[in-house]
């Protein structure tokens, strides 16, 4: 399958700090890229959906002042969590599609965001 | 009522067991069938990706679809420890990449 790499895997802030993660591909055009949070032991929540060169469309009830999504090419993604709070706290994954993948996408490894 | 529904879990099998993980869906409009597997802190990895009804074997795994029922399964052959995570359901709509998830059921497999 194809390989979608993700930084950091895990970061630590203080709160009131902004984190940014990073999703790229690394052996097809993402045309598409996903971000998803995902609490302990529940399942994925789709926060937002990134296409090349346009804005992001965000899921109801995420904040998108406060989740910063940029899809400026089509290798990379970045999740920008600005004023970070102790309840940002989650498992952030990404994950991305290209043009002839069908419905096919495939996911990052996952960043563990810890605020203090 | 959730669009996809999925045992959480946890289920525990014996080494070499036949594990038969199941989710079910309301939205009849899904055509495209994903089963992820999920070790603890890592993103998820495709394992079957199905489109519309029927089987579709790789390996030990095979994926089942039965749209008249809304039913979804996958089956794991000759189980081994290292088959130990969450396994998740995934579907979208035909043109889409949205996918909605089921919650995930965890998997102990026991040596």
């Known amino acids: 399958g194809a390989v979608v790499s993700q930084h950091p895997s895990w970061v630590i802030c203080k709160s009131g700090t902004s984190v940014k993660i990073e999703c790229r591909s690394l052996d097809f055009q993402a045309t598409t890229m996903f971000w998803y949070r995902q609490f302990p032991k529940q399942s994925l929540m789709l926060m937002a959906t990134s296409n090349e060169g346009s804005k992001a469309t965000y899921e109801q009830g995420v904040e998108k002042d406060k989740f910063l999504i940029n899809h400026a090419s089509l290798t990379l993604s970045t999740l920008t969590v600005t004023s970070a709070h102790p309840e940002d706290s989650s498992f952030y994954i990404c994950s991305a599609s290209g043009r002839t993948m069908n419905t096919e996408a495939f996911f990052g490894q996952g960043t563990r965001l810890t605020v203090v | 009522q959730k669009e996809v529904e999925q045992d959480p879990g946890p289920l525990s099998v014996p080494e070499g067991a036949i594990v038969s993980l199941n989710c079910t869906y309301s939205?009849?409009?899904?055509?495209?069938f994903m089963w992820y597997r999920q070790y603890s802190r890592k993103g998820p990895e495709l394992l079957m990706y199905?489109?519309?009804?029927g089987n579709k074997e790789d390996g030990r795994f095979t994926a089942q679809v039965d749209k008249s029922s809304k039913y979804i399964s996958l089956f794991i052959r000759d189980s081994q420890p290292s088959d130990s995570a969450t396994y998740l359901c995934a579907m979208t709509n035909s043109g889409t990449y949205k996918y909605i998830f089921g919650t995930g059921t965890r998997l102990k497999v026991l040596a």
């Open positions: 199905t489109y519309s009804s």
């Open positions: 939205n009849s409009a899904f055509q495209y």
